[in-house]
């Protein structure tokens, strides 16, 4: 069982930056794709960037492409995503996922581990 803790969350104003962090419990998890979802109040949980295993491939929703990078470091069973030019649209709570099987996966329900989550504000 691979736990996932966030980190990084916080208070930014629109323009600003953050860096979120997720950190695994296992080192297995340096062999699964990983994930960030975002959800604000009252809608659905929705993706955000996903990385392979290796952290050769990444892959973004459209609003937040030439904004936000994934990243990971398998060294420290962690994964980060870098948001820059924040937007108060990007105010959501921010989840860390775990994927087992596929490469780059888009949807929640293909991931097997999920953190509590971190909340981001943006101001406007």
């Known amino acids: 069982q691979v736990q996932l803790v966030e980190s990084g969350g916080g208070l930014v104003q629109a323009g600003g930056s953050l860096r979120l962090s997720c950190a695994a419990s296992?080192?297995?998890?340096?062999?699964?794709?990983a994930g960030w979802f975002r959800q604000a109040p009252g809608k659905e949980r929705e993706f955000v960037a996903a990385?392979?295993?290796?952290?050769?491939?990444?892959y973004y929703v459209d609003s937040v492409k030439g904004r936000f990078t994934i990243s990971r470091d398998n060294a420290k069973n962690s994964v980060y995503l870098q948001m820059n030019n924040l937007k108060p649209e990007d105010t959501a709570v921010y989840y860390c996922?775990?994927?087992?099987?596929?490469?780059?996966?888009?949807?929640?329900?293909?991931?097997?581990?999920w953190g509590q989550g971190t909340h981001v504000t943006v101001s406007s």
């Open positions: 996922a775990a994927d087992q099987k596929r490469l780059l996966p888009v949807t929640a329900g293909d991931y097997d581990y």
């Open positions: 296992e080192r297995l998890f340096n062999y699964y794709a």
């Open positions: 990385i392979s295993w290796s952290g050769d491939h990444t």
